[in-house]
């Protein structure tokens, strides 16, 4: 399994943005799908995540309301659409696959960055004020 996230850029306090991750190899509809971040000098934390069932979707409370994830089955993509983006929001992002299958999830599973098996490279982020 591979991830290749892009999406990434430079922007405005305010703006928005739209990461994309692609990914290749396995059976993506089984995968639940997450998005981190990592701000320089901090910990990779958690943003969003999204389970086989497209209504299951999980998010920081720094993020919610402002970021929406979603996915296409059809194309192998997870998108995290950013709105409302904050100098705070600065880090790279990272996609993650958790391929295990698992039908139901819990918040507190999901959101566990130990549950994820593949990651994506990265697309950085930089919001200005």
């Known amino acids: 399994v591979q991830l290749q996230a892009s999406g990434g850029g430079l922007v405005q306090a305010g703006d928005s943005l739209r990461l994309s991750c692609a990914v290749s190899?396995?059976?993506?509809?089984?995968?639940?799908m997450g998005w981190f971040r990592q701000a320089p000098g901090k910990e990779r934390e958690f943003v969003a995540a999204?389970?086989?069932?497209?209504?299951?979707?999980y998010y920081a409370e720094s993020v919610k309301g402002r970021f929406t994830i979603s996915r296409d089955n059809a194309k192998r993509m997870v998108n995290l659409q950013m709105n409302s983006l904050k100098p705070e929001d600065t880090a790279v992002y990272f996609c993650?696959?958790?391929?295990?299958?698992?039908?139901?999830?819990?918040?507190?599973?999901?959101?566990?960055?130990?549950?994820?098996?593949?990651w994506g490279q990265g697309t950085l982020v930089t919001v200005s004020s």
């Open positions: 190899g396995g059976t993506f509809s089984r995968f639940a």
């Open positions: 993650a696959a958790n391929t295990r299958a698992i039908l139901t999830i819990s918040s507190s599973y999901i959101m566990d960055i130990r549950q994820y098996d593949y």
């Open positions: 999204i389970g086989r069932n497209i209504y299951d979707k």
